[in-house]
């Protein structure tokens, strides 16, 4: 079965600084990984997906992932955090079947003026 | 913009009573999805359909919960005697069905209220 952990459930950042959020996974064949943000009363939006093409995946409004198989992570990160930024995110990956998606608990982003 | 649109966005019922939820995918999507978040947790998955076949439920899908999708277009979601525990938001996700790297495109959520 397919799992991911989100470490930290809220992260704080300065308008300007770096944004990282945290995403480890289990699998017990290759992952293929998802970031998806939910702004408030919204439904959730694909940031940017791994699907084994390349280890570093650029995604929307300037966020970006690494992904590492020796270290099973899947961090999220923008160099520079805009107010617009504040929402929650969500790791998530695929399972091997049937496509259905397991989510982490999410991590909410608050931007510090 | 033809996403996926959910109807209602809100419902507040009483214990006991039975709702329905309706999802419509967009358009030439194959598969649909449902998933139930609560709050402070990340969605958890429902049930799907490929087409008009109904594929996988969780074991989360109690007998009180019924999904349907006639002619493989739009969606419903059925609860029978809901419980306060039922409260939540209800998600669905539409995708093309073509594998693992599927984007899924998921609607605004039907938040429920259970009394």
């Known amino acids: 079965a397919q799992s991911v952990t989100q470490l930290g459930s809220h992260v704080s950042v300065s308008e300007g600084a770096l944004v990282l959020l945290r995403c480890n996974y289990s699998?017990?064949?290759?992952?293929?990984l998802f970031w998806y943000v939910q702004y408030p009363n919204q439904g959730l939006q694909l940031l940017l997906k791994?699907?084994?093409?390349?280890?570093l995946v650029k995604g929307i409004n300037g966020f970006e992932a690494e992904f590492k198989k020796s270290e099973t992570s899947f961090h999220l990160t923008k160099p520079s955090a805009h107010m617009s930024d504040a929402a929650e995110y969500f790791c998530a990956v695929s399972d091997s079947n049937d496509y259905k998606l397991s989510f982490g608990a999410g991590t909410t982003v608050t931007v510090r003026a | 913009d033809t996403g996926v649109s959910q109807n209602p966005r809100h419902k507040i019922t009483k214990r006991g009573q039975n709702v329905t939820f309706r999802c419509d995918p967009i358009?030439?999507?194959?598969?649909l999805y449902w998933y139930r978040q609560t709050l402070g947790q990340g969605p958890e998955f429902l049930t799907y359909f490929q087409n008009e076949a109904q594929l996988e439920k969780s074991r989360l899908l109690s007998d009180r919960f019924s999904a349907e999708r006639p002619k493989g277009s739009f969606s419903t979601l059925e609860i029978q005697r809901t419980e306060q525990g039922d409260s939540a938001m209800y998600l669905c996700a539409s995708s093309l069905g073509q594998g693992r790297t599927d984007t899924q495109y998921f609607g605004p959520g039907t938040r429920l209220t259970v009394l």
């Open positions: 699998s017990s064949v290759p992952p293929y």
């Open positions: 358009s030439e999507h194959n598969r």
């Open positions: 791994y699907t084994s093409a390349a280890t």
